[in-house]
C-alpha cells in the first residue's frame, strides 16, 4: 500500500512536470526547477557582463589593431579565443598569469604581446572569480556580495588605469576613450560604467538576500591598488 501511495505521487510529480515543460515550450529545461528567481537574476547579470565583455575586446582590438596583428589573426577570432572557455581564464601565451596580474601585465610598458588579450583575459578571469567561477546557478548556490563588490571596483580602477597607461614613449599603451576638439569617444567609458553598475547592482541583491552589509570603501582610484577576489562558489556536498 506504502509503495503504491508513493508510486502515485512520483507518478502526479512526474505529470505536473510534463505539464510544465509543455506550456512553458522548447526553452523549459528541467534543471530551470531547481532555480528561484534569485538565480535567474544572477545568470542574467553574468551574461550580460559576458555580453559586455566581449563588446570591450571587439572595440579595443578595432581601435588598437597592431595588437591583434601580433597574432596574425582576425579581432573576431581573438575575441572568440578569449571566450572559448569557462571557468578560470588561463593561457599559455600569458605565462599562466591570470586575474589583475594579467590587467597589470597588459599595462606593463616593458610587455611585448597582445595587450587587449592580456586586460580582457584578466578582467574576465577576475569577474567569473566573483561568480565563483560558475555560469549556471540554483538554489543551493552562494554568492558573495563583498567579492561582487570588489569586483565592481576592481574595474573601476582598471578603467582608469587603461585610461592612463602610457609606454616610455610618452604614447598611450591601448587606446581608448578620446576628446579631440568637438570630437569625443566616450564609447569605453559607456561600457565600463554598464560592467560596473551590473556589477554593484548583483552585490546589492545578493546583500539583501544574505541579509549582511557591504563593506564599502572610499577610494582613489589613481592609488588604490586591485581587491583580492577570493571568494568561490561553495556548493553542497
Not at 191 to 203: M, N, R, S
Amino acid at each position: 500500500m506504502l509503495k503504491a501511495i508513493r508510486f502515485f505521487r512520483f507518478a502526479s510529480l512526474f505529470a505536473v512536470v510534463l505539464l510544465l515543460s509543455a506550456c512553458a515550450g522548447s526553452d523549459f529545461k528541467f534543471r530551470d526547477l531547481a532555480k528561484t528567481d534569485t538565480d535567474m537574476v544572477v545568470e542574467a547579470h553574468y551574461q550580460e557582463s559576458q555580453r559586455l565583455l566581449r563588446e570591450l575586446a571587439l572595440k579595443l582590438y578595432k581601435r588598437n589593431p597592431r595588437e591583434w596583428r601580433k597574432s596574425g589573426v582576425s579581432p573576431e577570432k581573438r575575441v572568440a579565443e578569449l571566450f572559448a572557455q569557462s571557468g578560470p581564464l588561463q593561457f599559455v601565451e600569458l605565462a599562466g598569469v591570470s586575474g589583475t596580474g594579467a590587467i597589470e601585465l597588459a599595462l606593463d610598458p616593458g610587455f611585448d604581446g597582445d595587450r587587449v588579450f592580456a586586460f580582457i583575459a584578466g578582467l574576465n578571469h577576475m569577474i567569473r572569480q566573483s561568480y565563483g567561477f560558475h555560469s549556471q546557478f540554483y538554489i543551493f548556490t552562494e554568492l558573495n556580495e563583498q567579492q561582487l563588490y570588489y569586483s565592481a571596483r576592481n574595474v573601476e580602477i582598471a578603467a582608469w588605469r587603461l585610461s592612463q597607461g602610457l609606454g616610455d614613449d610618452g604614447r598611450p599603451l591601448l587606446l581608448s576613450n578620446s576628446i579631440s576638439g568637438k570630437l569625443q569617444n566616450l564609447s569605453y567609458e559607456r561600457l565600463f560604467g554598464k560592467l560596473i553598475a551590473t556589477q554593484d547592482l548583483l552585490a546589492d541583491v545578493m546583500a539583501q538576500k544574505n541579509q549582511r552589509f557591504i563593506n564599502k570603501v572610499a577610494q582613489n582610484v589613481a592609488t588604490m591598488a586591485f581587491f583580492l577576489c577570493n571568494y568561490s562558489l561553495r556548493l553542497p556536498v
